[in-house]
C-alpha cells in the first residue's frame, strides 16, 4: 500500500509509532513499510488488524515504558493494547 | 456426519478470545473434574474436563487455548484451529463450539465469531462477565445481536455463584441441536481485505446491539495512571515482586520444613521397624526420601501460582509485562518472563511450570533453558558450607562482609550468565527465525474470584505432584542405585558409598574431573547431589566419614579445609554455579517442553559452563599462589 505524502493528503498523516503520549486520532491507513518487522509479508498487517487496528478506529496513546518511551499504551475504541513503537509505525493516523 | 446415541459423551469446545474469561468459565462448568494434558507431540496445554447436562448427557468440554482468529500464528493457535476443524487425528472434532466473548469488549469477539461461523459447526456465543457489563450500564440487545450474527447468545457470569444456570439449562437444548446435520466447513485464512470487511460488519453489529453509557467506566483508567506510570509503575512491580519472592522464599520454609520432618520421621520409623540391609536402605532412602524430595517443593509451587493466577485474574499480568518488556527485552526474553526467572531464586521446578504464563513457544523455552542457572534456595547450603570454611570472616572496603561479597558474587555470576546464555541461544537458535512483535491486549482490572483460583492453584499442585512425581521418583530410586550397589563386602571399614557404583563413578571420572581441581571425594558427592543440590553436603560428610549429615556443617567445614586447598573450594563453587545438579529440574524441563532434546541441550550446556568456569576458576587461583 502506498503511502501518501504528508504535503498531499489534507489532513496531516503521521505514523503511529512516533505519536507522543496523550495524542488522539483516528486510523487512516494501516501500510506496513519493508524493515518495519521481521514477520513474513502481509503478517504483521493482518495481526494489526486482529487486534481490531482498522481504519476508523479512534486511537489515543495512554501510556509509554520509561526507556525510549517504549512499549506503547494505545486506548482503541473501548479496548487497551500494548505494543512496541517499532510495529506502531504500520499505523498511520491523523 | 455421526449421529450419537444419547448414551455416548458430546465434545463440546471453548473458545474464545485471550481474556475473555474462558478459563474462568470453565472451571465454573466442569469444577475440579478437570484433566490436564498435552496434546500429543506438542508442548500445548490441553485441558478438558466432563459436565453432566440437567437432562442427563454427558459432555466432555475441551478448553482450548485463546485466540483472536482460527489463522493459526503459533503452536497454541494451532492447536485450536485443528481442533477446530475436525483436523486432530486424535480427537474427536467438536459437537458444539462456545465461543465466549467478554460482554464489556466485545469488538474483536465478535470478528471471531463471524470467522468461526465459516467453520460449519453448531457455534454458540456466550456473552460472559455480563454482571460487569451491566453495572457499568452497558447495554446489550441480545435478540438484536443474536439475529445479527445468526448464531445464538447467551449471556454469563462465570465467576457469580449461579452465573452459568441459564447455560446450564440450555445446553438440553443445544445438544439436541449438535446431533443435527452440519454444513460443510468453508472456512480458509482470512486476507487483509477480509479481516477489515469482518471488523467493519462487527462493528456495524455493535452499533446496532450495544448501547455504550454515556458516563464510561474510568477504574481502570485511573489505576493504570500510577501502575502503568513510567517510574511509579516500575517501583511498584518490584515492591510487588519481592513481597512475592519473600512468599515463595520464606513463607513456604515453615511448611517444607514440616514436610521435610514428617518424613524424615517416616524414614526414622522404617529405619526402626524394618531390618538393616537392602529393604530398610529402599525404603528409608529409595522411597521415603524421593518421595519428600517432590513433596517439598509443593509449598513453593502453591504459594507461587496463588500469585501467578492472582495478578492474572486481575489483569495485572499483561501489565507487568508491558513494563518489563523493554528491559528484559535487551537479554532476548519476553517481557513475562520475569516471574518464572524470579521465582527460580526459590527453586527452578516452580519457576519451569510458571513459564506457562509465556504464551510464544520459543519465549518459553529460552526461559526454561535459563532458569536453572538463578540461584535456587538448594545451592545456599553449599554455598555457605564452603564459604564458612575457605572465606575468612573480614570486613573489606571497610564496611563489607567479605564472606558476603562472596555470596552477592555466586547470585550475580548467576544472574549475569542467564542473560547471557539468553542471549546466546537466541542467536544460535533463532537468529533465522524473526523476533515475535510484542502485542498484548491490556484488559480492564477485575476482582480475582477465589473460586477460580483455588481450582487453579488445585489444579497445577494434581499436575505437579502426577507428572514430576512420576519421574522424579524414578530418577530418586536410580540415584539411591548408584550409591547403594554394590553392597559393602563383610568386615569392609569405610562407608558404605566407598564401595558402591556412584564411587567407582567417582575414581572414573578423576582423569576428567582432576583439571578442575576435584578429588575422587567430591566426584562421589556429586552423584546423589543429583538428587538435589544440598545433599551433596550430607554426601560429603558421609564420604569423610562424619555422621550428622547437614546438623552438622561446621564439622564437616573443619574436615574440607584439612582435605581441600583453596583453589579446590574456589572450583566447586564455580561449578554449582553452573551445574545442572538436579536431576527433579532436569526432569520438569523434559515434562514442559516435551522433549528429550531441551533436556539434553540444557544439561549439556550447563555442565560446559560448570567445567569450563570451574577449570578457570582452579587455574586462576593456583597461578596466583592460592594453592
Known sequence: MRIPEPAMSEVIQMALGLAQRGFRGRITAIAVQPGTSDLPTGELERRLLELGFTEGASVEILHEGLFGRDPIAVRINDATVAIRRREAMAILVS | ?627
Not at chain 2, 121 to 145: C, F, K, Q, S, T
Not at chain 2, 412 to 437: D, M, N, Q, Y
Not at chain 2, 440 to 453: M, N
Open chain 2, 1 to 627: 456426519m455421526s449421529v450419537l446415541s444419547p448414551s455416548e459423551p458430546l465434545h463440546f469446545a471453548l473458545i474464545g478470545t485471550p481474556n475473555s474469561g474462558k478459563t474462568a468459565l470453565f472451571n465454573a462448568l466442569t469444577g475440579s473434574r478437570q484433566k490436564v494434558a498435552n496434546y500429543p507431540g506438542v508442548t500445548v496445554e490441553r485441558k478438558s474436563g466432563l459436565l453432566q447436562t440437567p437432562g442427563g448427557r454427558s459432555v466432555n468440554l475441551i478448553d482450548l487455548p485463546g485466540t483472536y482468529s482460527l489463522r493459526a500464528r503459533s503452536p497454541d493457535e494451532e492447536v485450536t484451529r485443528d481442533f477446530v476443524l475436525g483436523r486432530f487425528k486424535s480427537e474427536t472434532a467438536p459437537d458444539l463450539l462456545l465461543c465466549v466473548a467478554d460482554s464489556t469488549n466485545l469488538r474483536l469477539a465478535l470478528r471471531l465469531v463471524l470467522e468461526l461461523k465459516r467453520v460449519g459447526r453448531p457455534l454458540l456465543l456466550v456473552l460472559n462477565m455480563i454482571d460487569i457489563a451491566r453495572r457499568r450500564g452497558i447495554d446489550i440487545d441480545l435478540d438484536i445481536l443474536s439475529a445479527e450474527l445468526g448464531v445464538p447468545v447467551i449471556t454469563a457470569a462465570a465467576v457469580r455463584r449461579g452465573g452459568t444456570d441459564d447455560l446450564m439449562r440450555r445446553l438440553d437444548e443445544l445438544a439436541a441441536a449438535a446431533d443435527a446435520v452440519r454444513t460443510g466447513a468453508t472456512w480458509q485464512a482470512p486476507t487483509p481485505a477480509e479481516l477489515r470487511a469482518a471488523q467493519r460488519e462487527a462493528d456495524r453489529i455493535i452499533a446496532a446491539a450495544v448501547k455504550m453509557p454515556a458516563k464510561p467506566d474510568t477504574l481502570t483508567t485511573r489505576l493504570d495512571a500510577v501502575l502503568l506510570h513510567p517510574v511509579a509503575g516500575l517501583v511498584i512491580l518490584l515492591a510487588l515482586l519481592f513481597v512475592m519472592f519473600q512468599a515463595v522464599f520464606s513463607w513456604a520454609q515453615p511448611l517444607m520444613d514440616l514436610i521435610n520432618d514428617g518424613f524424615g520421621a517416616l524414614g526414622a520409623l522404617a529405619h526402626s521397624t524394618l531390618p538393616g540391609g537392602l529393604l530398610q536402605s529402599f525404603v528409608e532412602n529409595g522411597v521415603i526420601s524421593g518421595v519428600g524430595s517432590v513433596i517439598v517443593f509443593l509449598p513453593q509451587i502453591l504459594i507461587l501460582f496463588l500469585f501467578i493466577l492472582l495478578l492474572e485474574d486481575l489483569g495485572y499480568m499483561a501489565r507487568a509485562a508491558f513494563l518489563m518488556d523493554r528491559i528484559m527485552g535487551g537479554a532476548g526474553l519476553h517481557g513475562r518472563a520475569f516471574i518464572p526467572l524470579l521465582s527460580s531464586f526459590a527453586c527452578a521446578i516452580p519457576g519451569i511450570m510458571a513459564t506457562r504464563v509465556i504464551d510464544n513457544p520459543r519465549d518459553r523455552l529460552t526461559t526454561i533453558l535459563v532458569a536453572p542457572l538463578m540461584t535456587c534456595s538448594a545451592r545456599i547450603p553449599v554455598y555457605t558450607l564452603i564459604i564458612s570454611a575457605f572465606i575468612p570472616n573480614r570486613t573489606i572496603w571497610g564496611f563489607a562482609s567479605l564472606q558476603g561479597v562472596v555470596m552477592f558474587g555466586l547470585y550475580a555470576a548467576g544472574i549475569l550468565s542467564a542473560l547471557g546464555v539468553s542471549a546466546l541461544a537466541k542467536f544460535l537458535f533463532w537468529r533465522e527465525s524473526p523476533t515475535p512483535p510484542f502485542m498484548l491486549e491490556l484488559p480492564d482490572y477485575k476482582l480475582p474470584r477465589p473460586r477460580s483460583v483455588l481450582t487453579g492453584v488445585y489444579t497445577r499442585a494434581k499436575m505437579f505432584l502426577h507428572r514430576a512425581g512420576t519421574t522424579i521418583f524414578s530418577m530418586m530410586v536410580l540415584i539411591w542405585f548408584l550409591a547403594s550397589f554394590p553392597r559393602p563386602p563383610a568386615g569392609a571399614t569405610g562407608p558404605d558409598i566407598d564401595y558402591s557404583l556412584a564411587a567407582w563413578i567417582g575414581h572414573a571420572l578423576e582423569p576428567v574431573l582432576a583439571p578442575i581441581g576435584f578429588n575422587w571425594q567430591i566426584n562421589v558427592a556429586l552423584i546423589p547431589g543429583m538428587a538435589a543440590r544440598e545433599v551433596a553436603v550430607a554426601a560429603l560428610g558421609t564420604v569423610y566419614a562424619i555422621e550428622g549429615g547437614k546438623e552438622n556443617a561446621s564439622q564437616i567445614g573443619q574436615a574440607l579445609l584439612q582435605h581441600w586447598s583453596l583453589p579446590t573450594a574456589l572450583a566447586v563453587l564455580a561449578w554449582y554455579i553452573f551445574a545442572p545438579q538436579c536431576a527433579s529440574t532436569l526432569a520438569v524441563i523434559k515434562r514442559e517442553t516435551g522433549s528429550w532434546r531441551w533436556m539434553a541441550v540444557t544439561f549439556a550446556y550447563m555442565l560446559a559452563l560448570a567445567y569450563v568456569a570451574a577449570f578457570a576458576t582452579y587455574h586462576v587461583a593456583v597461578a596466583l599462589g592460592a594453592g
